[in-house]
């Protein structure tokens, strides 16, 4: 049963992994033992999922899906992936609403959202460093294009999608 | 609001986020900032900046439980699935239209300027999230150390976030002062 096999593969690629590039390990290990996918079909994945918006999780559960067993495949794959959210996390989010108002949840918290904060700013940085210093030096039209937005969005109070939208005008004539 | 109506506006913002997450998925911290926190106020920003270490130190997708946890916060169990479910529609459609003009799509240049303006652009986006939630996750100077300290472990170690946030939540518990929001200066 394809289905039930994609489903299956999918919820343990989602409990095997914490998002992003950690899960193409997984994931060509996966498609690979069921025969799925070769090696350079895997690595078009990242191609599309890139192409797309949404999570590259979300994003390789429908491609794989899609080529393996058509839109009901990608619906399993994708259920699959999302598993661990629906389960583990709901289970998180259910006690820490019971938990509201603790006071020991709020000096833990302390600590745990400037933590968080920290991962964001390290977030932007690696993403800037990744997007903005290619092999050639540093790509100036795409700083040039992310100030552009950055300051519509920030400065601006643009929304996202209109943002979003701008820069993808913007990179056809810059990129 | 009715319940029926609010889970619909869930569904439907939540499909809009989801169109618009390029980029790893942190640019969703600032739309749902925008459209749940400062828009509607069916969230508060501290649950927002608590949502996210959860998310990240939980295994699977990060968007996804990130919408589970805020689904869940505003409309339960229901709230949190039809969340879920909302935010990955739009991938699903748009994997389903990339994947049949795949081999035309891949080598075309205006294709790959596009995506390089909005890969561009992504970065600005985590930076107006960083610069919003800012007052609520910083409050004093354990919180100045512990972002720091974060960051470092981020950018110089691949220590898994989980283990930072871990710290993080250590730290609180034996430094913090576990003073509500109000009544902090």
Known sequence: ?175 | MKKGKRLLLIFVIMAKIGLFTFGGGWSIIAQMQNEFVDRRGWMTEEQLVDYMSLAKSFPGVMIINMSVFCGYAMEGPVGAFFAAVGLSLPALAAIAVVTYFYSSLRGNIYVAKILNGIRSVVVPIIISACLRLRKTAIRGKLAWWVLVASFLACVLTGLNKALIVLAGLVAGLLLGKGESSDDLS
């Not at chain 1, 593969?9 to 069921?34: A, H, Q, R």
């Not at chain 1, 999780?57 to 794989?64: D, L, P, R, S």
């Open chain 1, 1 to 175: 049963m394809i289905y039930l096999r994609l489903f299956l593969s999918f919820m343990k690629i989602g409990f095997c992994s914490f998002g992003g590039m950690t899960m193409i390990p997984v994931i060509n290990d996966e498609v690979l033992k069921y025969g799925w996918m070769t090696s350079a079909e895997v690595m078009d994945i990242v191609a599309v999922a890139e192409m797309t918006p949404g999570s590259l999780g979300i994003n390789c559960a429908t491609f794989v899906g899609l080529r393996t067993a058509g839109l009901s495949g990608a619906l399993c794959a994708s259920f699959g992936v999302m598993m661990p959210s629906l389960t583990l996390s709901m289970a998180a989010a259910h006690f820490i609403l019971r938990l509201k108002g603790n006071r020991l949840l709020e000096k833990a918290m302390e600590g745990v959202r400037p933590a968080s904060m920290g991962m964001l700013v390290a977030t932007a940085v690696t993403l800037g460093i990744s997007t903005f210093i290619g092999e050639g030096g540093v790509s100036w039209n795409l700083a040039l294009i992310s100030l552009i937005a950055g300051a519509a969005l920030i400065k601006g109070k643009l929304s996202i999608p209109k943002t979003i939208l701008i820069a993808g005008a913007l990179g056809l004539i810059l990129g």
